[in-house]
Each structure stands twice: as structure tokens, then as C-alpha cells.
């Protein structure tokens, strides 16, 4: 299995050379060059397995450079009852026959991202470990993303983590789950600022080639091809847990913001699983719903990005929706090239009319969007109707998936995070707290451990080159 990007401008990478870099030297993104299939005899074999046994199975097929026993045993270091804390890893909760809730918030930052951020923290450490290299993560965050890479890099040898994040800005529980852990490798610096300057920073490190070099800088985006990798893991075991045999269809709703996620749903329905629909759905930040219905792929400006009761997903555009673009052209890294010059310079570009467009139904897209109104209220419901708890993102993706069920077909709505991280919509919705889950109970009273630094790029190269000691 190797590795290319989608403008057409990278020589074949193999699984471990892709696995620590970002966008390809071309400016694109790294694609498998065909897709594994699964045949129907695996797929009956898959469905007993552990989710820690799913998921070596399912990587082995995009990673054939690190030994099928090793892959085995970082997928069951990794994906265990301490750190999900259930069995399971991912449980599917039914609320009434035929629509299920797949639980992905199960990991120490509840939030779906710790899915394939814990994975990849072994996997940076198992390759850092091979090479004798050393790795210092610089990367800005509002939440969410921080947060699971800071869970899923503490203690790891060979890797430092800069996160600047905005001072202030963050809720209370999120700075509180950053800020609290007291690992020598990780440090938090709030930023006097606000979260663009804190990613004007990254860009202006990263601009500085020579430092980036010495320092070693390196990034866990969400266009890490191996975060899209795991994420194909829990299609498969979704499934499985939807339905009795192979031979049944279903659909998925996924809370979409950069596309990582439901990129991942696309690549498992390439490889053969057998999947109806995938509903895609976007906050008021409606980028891809817009796609989705007209064809025309319009990124705005920041200015223009709504802040939402589902911040995860306050978007300007989709960084991974290149993958499922080079898709749907047939894979012509030309056009993809010729589209994004026009994306990365702050314009648009318009499929509607073409065939390539034509085809978004043969890939099972449908798309919808939500309000604030449509989260509270739908939060409401399903706490009233199935007296289950769903999260502002989670609820996104139930509105738009219920307007898309088809009969007979089983949907299924992945849970992207767990209510306590967004307290404030919960009380509105439900005139009540959200629940803790054991553990956190006291996590806003631990002692924190953090960095306030002015928004200026030079003076925290000086901070990251004095803790990094290169
Ligand atoms: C990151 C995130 C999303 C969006 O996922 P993408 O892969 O960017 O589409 C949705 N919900 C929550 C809670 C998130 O943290």
C-alpha cells in the first residue's frame, strides 16, 4: 500500500513516511493509491471481533509497513476498557428499533476524536521509537482538538506539545481538562489573543523553515491521514452492531466540520461496507450542506463563520473534503489542482452541471443542516422520548440523519461528544445539569498547569526552543 496526494505531486509514500508529516509537498493531501477491498468471508469474520482485533484488521490493510504483530498489539494497547472506559470501546445505545446512537465519547477527553488521537499517540511513539528521532507538536486549538492530542501524547517518548490555545476563551471544563495534566511533556500556553492568532502563530512557525527543521515541528491535524484511518474502524463496527447479517444495508449520520470524520464513513463504503446512506450534517456553518444540495463549494471568510452552540463544527471550510473531491472526479490530481488553486486563494468553485456532480448520489451523500432551535429542541426530545442525554454536535447529526431515515433501513447517529462538554445548551434545553461522568466530577478544582504568553510568534519560538533543548 502506498501513499499519493491528491494534486498528483508526491512520489508513492509508504504508511510510516505519510504518518508524521501534514499536507503533501504539493500542497495536497495523502490518499491510499486504490482502496482495499473486503471480501464477504472477512467481512463474516470481522463481525465477532474485538474492537481492539477490528481495528487491527481494518489498518492492516492501509499499513503494511509496521509487522501485522506489532500493528496487533498497538491496537490493543490502545483501545482498552482503562482508557474508554467500557468494554465495548464503542457501544451502540438503540433508542427504538431501527436508530441507534454509536458512542464515540467514551475516551479520556469525551469527544470522538480521542477515537483515533489515542492511536496515533502510540503510533508517533512506536515510529519515533524505530527511527531515534524526536517530534515537537506545535499546534492552536479552541477545544476539542487540543485536548485529544494532549490525552494521547502525555508521557509518549520523544514528543514534546506546544498548544497554544486562546486565554479565556475555552470552556470551563475544556481548559480545565487541558490545563489540569502535569506530564513534563506537555505545555499548555494561553495566548493573550483570540484563536486566530493563536493559528497565525503555528503558520508563522511553520513559515520559518529553518526553525521548523532544527525544532523539529510537527503537527496532528485533522488531515493526518492516520486519524482518518482509525476512524474507518468504527463504520465497520457500527455495522455490525446494527444489524444480524451482511447482507443488510445501512445509513450513518455524522456532525460534520473539517470532513474527517464522514471521510472516513466514505472510505469505508468504498472498501465494501455495505452502507445505504451518509447523511451528512453541518451547524448554521453550512459550507458542505451547501455542496451537498447545489454542487458549488464556497469557503468563507472568517468574519463569516457563525459562532455556534456546536463550536466544533464552526468551520470556514472543510480541510479533508479534498479527499472526497479527488474522489468524485475520478481521481484527476489535475482538476483537484485546478480547484483548490482557486480554494486556496479565497474563491469557489462550482461542480453543479457537471457528471462528476451527478454522481454524488452513487456515493451515498445527502446533506441537511441545523439551528440552534433544531439542537435544543432535538436535545429535548431525545431526552424526553428515550430519556438519553446527547451533546449540541451529536444532536446536529440526529435532526438531519431523522429527516433522511428510509424505511427498513437502519440509521445510525455517531456521537461526536458527550453533553458535559457544552453545559450551557444542556441547561437551556433542559432546565438541568448535564451529567458527570465518573471521574470528572472534580476536574474544574485540580491544581492547573499553564503558560500566559502575548500573541507574539517570536517570543514563543524563544519559549519552544528553551524546553526543547535542540
Ligand atoms: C471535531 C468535531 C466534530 C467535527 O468532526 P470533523 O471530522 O471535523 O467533521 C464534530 N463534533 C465534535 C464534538 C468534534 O469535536
Known amino acids: 500500500m502506498r501513499y499519493i496526494s491528491t494534486r498528483g505531486g508526491m512520489a508513492p509514500q509508504t504508511f510510516t513516511e505519510i504518518l508524521l508529516g501534514g499536507l503533501c509537498p504539493d500542497g495536497g493531501l495523502a490518499m491510499p493509491q ?14 465477532s471481533l474485538s474492537y481492539a482485533e477490528l481495528a487491527a484488521q481494518v489498518l492492516r490493510k492501509f499499513c503494511d509497513d509496521i509487522p501485522a504483530a506489532e500493528l496487533q498489539s498497538l491496537c490493543a494497547r490502545t483501545y482498552t476498557k482503562a482508557a474508554f472506559r467500557t468494554e465495548a470501546i464503542a457501544p451502540l445505545k438503540t433508542l427504538e428499533p431501527g436508530l441507534h446512537i454509536l458512542e464515540l465519547s467514551n475516551g479520556p477527553t469525551l469527544a470522538f476524536k480521542d477515537m483515533a488521537m489515542q492511536l496515533l499517540g502510540n503510533l508517533f511513539e512506536h515510529v519515533l521509537a524505530k527511527s531515534g528521532e524526536r517530534i515537537n507538536i506545535l499546534g492552536a486549538t479552541s477545544g476539542d482538538t487540543g485536548s485529544s492530542a494532549e490525552y494521547a501524547l502525555r508521557g509518549k517518548r520523544g514528543i514534546r ?12 471544563f475544556q481548559t480545565a481538562q487541558m490545563f489540569s495534566l502535569q506530564d513534563a511533556n506537555i505545555f ?32 496532528v491535524n485533522s488531515i493526518n491521514w492516520a486519524r482518518v484511518a482509525a476512524q474507518i474502524v468504527y463504520y465497520f463496527r457500527g455495522y455490525f452492531a446494527a444489524t444480524r447479517s451482511n447482507d443488510e444495508e ?5 456532525p460534520s466540520g473539517n ?3 464522514i471521510c ?9 461496507l455495505p452502507v445505504a446512506r451518509l447523511i451528512l450534517a453541518t451547524n448554521e456553518n453550512d459550507v458542505l450542506d451547501e455542496f451537498f444540495r447545489s454542487g458549488r463549494y464556497r469557503v468563507r471568510p472568517p468574519a463569516q463563520v457563525a459562532q455556534t452552540s456546536s463550536p466544533s463544527m464552526d468551520i470556514s471550510k472543510a480541510s479533508n473534503f479534498e479527499r472526497f473531491v479527488y474522489d468524485l472526479v475520478g481521481r484527476d490530481a489535475a482538476l483537484v489542482q485546478q480547484l483548490w488553486s482557486k480554494v486556496d486563494a479565497g474563491g469557489e468553485f462550482d461542480l453543479a452541471g457537471t457528471t462528476y456532480f451527478a454522481n454524488v448520489q452513487e456515493y451515498g451523500f445527502v446533506s441537511g443542516s441545523s439551528t440552534h432551535a433544531d439542537r435544543v429542541a432535538t436535545i429535548r426530545r431525545v431526552y424526553k422520548d428515550f430519556g438519553v442525554m446527547i451533546d449540541t454536535h451529536t444532536a446536529d447529526g440526529l435532526k438531519v440523519g431523522l429527516e433522511h431515515r428510509q424505511p427498513g433501513v437502519p440509521l445510525i447517529c455517531l456521537e461526536t461528544a458527550l453533553p458535559v462538554k457544552f453545559a450551557e445548551t444542556i ?44
Not at 196 to 219: E, P
Open 259 to 261: 470532513f474527517g470524520n
Open 250 to 254: 445501512v445509513a450513518f449520520a455524522v
Open 427 to 470: 441547561r437551556e434545553a433542559l432546565g438541568r445539569d448535564p451529567d458527570y461522568p465518573p471521574g470528572c466530577e472534580n476536574l474544574e478544582s485540580l491544581p492547573q498547569r499553564f503558560e500566559v504568553m502575548d500573541a507574539d510568534a517570536g517570543a514563543i519560538k524563544t519559549y519552544i526552543e528553551r524546553h526543547t533543548g535542540l
Open 161 to 172: 506539545v506546544f498548544m497554544l490555545s486562546p486565554q479565556g476563551k475555552m470552556s470551563a
Open 34 to 47: 486504490s482502496y482495499p477491498q473486503v471480501s464477504a468471508a472477512e467481512l463474516a469474520a470481522w463481525r
Open 264 to 272: 472516513a464513513g466514505h472510505i469505508a463504503r468504498m472498501m465494501g
Open 188 to 219: 499548555n500556553i494561553a495566548v493573550r489573543g483570540v484563536f486566530d492568532d493563536c493559528q497565525d502563530i503555528v503558520k508563522a512557525v511553520n513559515n520559518d523553515a529553518a526553525f521548523k527543521a532544527r525544532q523539529r515541528i510537527g503537527a
